[in-house]
């Protein structure tokens, strides 16, 4: 095993309280009541594809590419005050860097968010970032996956992922990676490595 790609919210950071919070809001101040079931459904894809999803389904009067801007915003500016890593994920990935893996994110976050967070949580891990920007389906489309094995020159033979959403999953495994389902306990993932690599 050479490789070990990382989802980023909801598996390195422990964003999904804050990310949750920030749906609801956003639905509270268009008059509309969201709830986690919904949210979870929707987790994976880039936040223009989230913002659309919403604005069909519950028919808002708003103009997409704006609410868009506003929403990444907001979690630019808020997002690094408050969301902090899991516990041990980072000390893990330390031993991994320290035993010679290649280690990778692959989200649908925004580059510069996901670069702010790793330069304050883990500024000597030398990570490869694939982010949701760079490809036209973001997930669960294996199309970011297949982009970063592409990027890095590394087979699916030579990779395992870590991601905690079904869609996540879905991705990963559409691109032929063995996948491991994040459970909020990187214990349970560096076993799990150690065992698979």
């Known amino acids: ?17 804050f990310l949750y919070t920030t749906y609801l809001n956003f639905l509270a101040s268009h008059g509309k009541e969201g709830n986690l079931k919904e949210f979870q459904e929707l987790t994976g894809p880039k936040v223009e594809q989230f913002i659309t999803t919403l604005q069909k389904r ?8 704006e609410e868009t801007s506003k929403y990444k915003e907001y979690l630019e ?23 010679g893996r290649q ?9 510069q968010l996901v670069e702010d967070f790793l ?26 996956y297949r982009l970063a094995l592409q990027k890095y020159s590394l087979s699916p033979a030579e990779v395992l992922v870590i991601e905690d959403s079904p869609n996540g999953i879905k991705s990963a495994q559409g691109a ?11 214990y349970s993932v560096a076993q799990w490595v150690e065992s698979n690599g």
Do not use: C
Not at 3 to 15: E, K, R, V
Not at 86 to 94: E, L, N
Not at 176 to 186: A, C, Y
């Open 1 to 17: 095993m050479k490789a070990i790609l990382i989802d980023f919210d909801g598996t390195l950071a422990n964003s999904i309280p």
């Open 58 to 65: 519950y028919q808002l009067p708003i103009d997409v590419k």
């Open 77 to 99: 500016t808020n997002y690094i005050k408050e969301v902090l890593p899991f516990p041990d994920a980072i000390s893990t990935i330390h031993k991994w860097d320290w035993l």
């Open 103 to 111: 280690l990778g994110i692959v989200t649908a976050a925004h580059l």
């Open 119 to 144: 330069a304050k949580h883990a500024p000597n891990i030398p990570f490869m970032i694939t982010t949701g920007e760079e490809v036209a389906r973001s997930k669960p489309d294996p199309a970011i």
């Open 176 to 186: 032929g990676l063995k996948t491991f389902p994040f459970k909020e306990s990187w």
